[in-house]
């Protein structure tokens, strides 16, 4: 056991909320007057990595660590505002020096090393849409996604471009392959035709002086999931970068001598709304670490970086609580101040244990891909009812409407829906205007979630409204993995639920059926097991396959997934007249 260590800190400071009281500033709140905290271009438009980045070298921060990076191997790096500055200029330069334009999708497919942020706000700065995604992908998600956007550009590693050659060359639009060899950690050799980033970016400007967004230029896209069809991919305009600041001021509470940590990646929107953008439009320090969960890792991060902020997810919370509560007592962790988490309910003992082990609590909010920023949140100053998300932040209406889009009372469940208009707002998902407008009902935007709201004005998730599955906080949807399934020779049909884990909320199980002449065997379903974990990413690949005779489908042919999962948790089968008879 590792023994108790004996740096002495001196306790944080007590800062006042920068959020003190709730009520009047609801009540006479406006957004211009947030939207004069940003600096705004000097020719009044608007661009989230100028926020982020510049204008900080401009009053002065240049000096300023921006980014405490470690890396997997346990390389450490660390780089200015003034660095950031320089990375991300030559990284526009490098776009605007291969003819790209404003709006065209530059994606990454990297692990979570600095130059993904170089890359992502080099972009930003160029004009361009940004797309990262999860390095866990396996090839199907990956050309789904870049084929949806036709990007142009898509900046990867030699190890995850391996994993994906069979798929770019399906990709016309597709222009440019960048490669970034990280500290040559890799010996595997360029391709033809493959942009070398260590040379182009030697080679590029420093300057870029040509920033020209507006705050309704796009800014950056994240696939999300839905019941049925492939992952759509939702965009979002500059203008999210009011939200991003002020939800980072009063939300996560950020101060400017602060040091914040997000354990989100940015092939998640937590990774890039929070991990990104919003630290560092507040001007803060952050830590990024590249290494996967570990508890000890974890509580060693927080403690040698001295983290005061913490951003989570409740499945990293309680696999914190199962890896024991004799492992935090072995780290410094006084100097935590604030930590809040989201992408699933935050369960009151995890509210309880966070008090109990790290002497503070965990502070739910909730927000999806769809709104860009946080919308309700239980903020520093507030009594926190454990299990619930919290209350709007101001400027946010949110309401529980029933099937016809009306309000329903408080105490009663309902759809959560939210007034469109706020500044994060998704302006799309691509090239699907049918299915945006699909979410929108009798003048609000209904979120897919049910919740309940308390006569104190909080708010309660009960549910999702559709069949998507939330797995330690990733959405997943069940016609994703169906679709890679039955691509498999022996698969005729497969149904995906969402069974429900202990610790990661829900895992993905799959029901399959198979064709003439298979047999179902052990061998067969680990093989399925495989395939599927190759061709999507060990996260969405089902965690169990289990092989039946028949699926249950409605006579019109469609795969009754609510009723499997009733069969599989032993729950009433509820309405089944649309049942295919036998
Ligand atoms: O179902 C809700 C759940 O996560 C969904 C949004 O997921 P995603 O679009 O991937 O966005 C991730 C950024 C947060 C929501 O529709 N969710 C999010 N926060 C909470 C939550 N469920 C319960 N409690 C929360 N605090």
């Excluded at 994906?164 to 595997?188: A, G, T």
Aim: glycine share 8%; with cysteine.
């Amino acid at each position: 056991m590792q023994l108790h260590k004996t740096i002495h800190k001196t306790n944080p400071p007590i800062l006042s909320p920068n959020l003190s009281e709730y009520e009047d500033i609801r009540s006479n709140f406006e957004w211009s007057s947030i939207e004069k905290e940003l600096d705004w271009l000097p020719n009044g438009g608007l661009n989230i990595a100028y926020e982020a980045i510049d204008r900080h070298c401009l009053k002065g921060n240049s000096n300023k660590i921006a980014m405490i990076w470690e890396g997997k191997n346990g390389e450490k790096e660390q780089y200015t505002f003034e660095e950031m500055r320089i990375h991300t200029n030559k990284f526009a330069n490098v776009l605007k020096n291969l003819g790209l334009n404003k709006g065209d999708r530059v994606f990454t497919f990297l692990d979570r090393t600095p130059e993904i942020y170089f890359s992502v706000f080099g972009t930003l700065k160029a004009g361009c849409i940004t797309g990262p995604l999860f390095s866990a992908f396996g090839p199907d998600p990956v050309r789904d996604r870049l084929e949806n956007s036709g990007a142009k550009v898509l900046i990867t590693q030699p190890d995850l471009r391996e994993k994906i050659k069979d798929i770019l060359h399906e990709l016309p639009e597709l222009k440019h392959v960048i490669i970034i060899n990280k500290n040559n950690r890799s010996e595997l050799p360029l391709n033809y035709g493959e942009i070398n980033y260590h040379e182009v970016m030697n080679e590029a400007d420093n300057e870029f002086d040509e920033i020209s967004t507006t705050r309704d230029d796009y800014s950056i896209m994240h696939y999300t999931s839905g019941t049925t069809g492939k992952p759509k991919g939702a965009f979002h305009r500059h203008n999210a970068a009011i939200q991003h600041y002020i939800t980072g001021k009063w939300c996560l509470d950020l101060h400017p001598d602060d040091i914040y940590w997000c354990t989100a990646d940015p092939g998640w929107v937590t990774g890039t709304s929070y991990g990104m953008c919003a630290p560092w439009i507040n001007g803060v320090t952050q830590v990024i670490y590249e290494g996967g969960f570990s508890a000890r890792k974890w509580y060693q991060i927080i403690q040698d970086y001295n983290v005061t902020v913490w951003y989570t997810a409740p499945t990293a919370i309680r696999m914190l609580m199962k890896a024991g509560n004799e492992v935090p007592k072995n780290f410094d962790l006084s100097q935590i101040r604030f930590c809040a988490s989201v992408g699933e309910p935050l369960n009151p003992e995890a509210v309880e244990w966070s008090k109990e082990f790290l002497g503070l609590a965990f502070h739910d909010n909730w927000w999806q891909t769809e709104t860009g920023a946080i919308m309700i949140s239980n903020f520093q100053f507030m009594d926190i009812k454990p299990g619930s998300m919290g209350k709007p932040l101001p400027g946010i209406f949110p309401g529980i409407v029933d099937d016809e889009g009306n309000e329903v009372s408080d105490g009663h469940r309902g759809q959560l829906a939210v007034r469109p208009g706020w500044p994060s707002m998704f302006q799309g998902y691509w090239n699907d205007k049918e299915r945006y407008d699909s979410r929108f009902k009798n003048g609000w935007y209904i979120t897919g979630d049910e919740a309940i709201r308390d006569k104190d004005g909080y708010y309660w998730f009960v549910g999702r409204s559709d069949d998507v599955i939330n797995t330690a906080g990733h959405l997943v949807g069940p016609f994703e993995v169906e679709s890679a399934l039955i691509e498999h020779p022996a698969v005729a049909e497969a149904g995906v639920i969402g069974k429900p884990d202990p610790i990661a909320m829900e895992v993905v199980k799959a029901f399959v059926s198979l064709k003439e002449g298979f047999e179902s065997n052990d061998k067969l379903r680990r093989e399925l097991m495989a395939f599927a974990r190759n061709k999507l990413s060990a996260g969405v690949a089902p965690r169990e396959i289990e092989i039946i005779e028949t699926l249950p489908k409605t006579r019109s042919g469609k795969i009754m997934r609510r009723l499997l999962k009733a069969r599989e948790l032993g729950l009433p089968e509820g309405d089944t007249s649309t049942l295919e008879d036998d």
